[in-house]
């Protein structure tokens, strides 16, 4: 079984920092994306950041220049850094890999279990 392991979470004020950290644990053959997703409460799970196989590096235009993605391969894990945070940055946030458990198999997508990320005076 795929585990992802999502941490750093919390409450932060205005203008202020995070970085969340995901590890990917299990039988993994090989990683094809490693992405951050959030949630707002009323609203849909949208991509904020995410890194492809290749090299390309994709943000929402929201958080372009505020926040940076980053991937460690050897650690499979998988990092948002969150600067200038705004109180539309509160929500869910949501680690996503896709990826292959063995050579044979299909690519599939799997979550993490989210941190709250609250950003408030």
């Known amino acids: 079984q795929v585990q992802l392991v999502e941490s750093g979470g919390g409450l932060v004020q205005p203008g202020g920092s995070l970085r969340l950290s995901c590890a990917a644990s299990?039988?993994?053959?090989?990683?094809?994306?490693l992405a951050w997703y959030r949630q707002a409460p009323g609203k849909q799970r949208e991509l904020v950041a995410g890194?492809?196989?290749?090299?390309?590096?994709q943000y929402a235009a929201s958080v372009k220049g505020r926040f940076t993605v980053s991937t460690d391969s050897a650690k499979k894990s998988v990092y948002l850094q969150m600067n200038s945070l705004k109180p539309e940055d509160t929500a869910v946030y949501y680690c996503?890999?896709?990826?292959?458990?063995?050579?044979?198999?299909?690519?599939?997508?799997?979550w993490g279990q989210g941190t709250q990320v609250t950003v408030s005076a």
């Open positions: 890194t492809y196989s290749g090299g390309s590096v």
């Open positions: 996503n890999a896709i990826l292959k458990q063995y050579a044979s198999d299909y690519a599939r997508s799997y």
């Open positions: 299990g039988s993994i053959f090989s990683i094809n994306a």
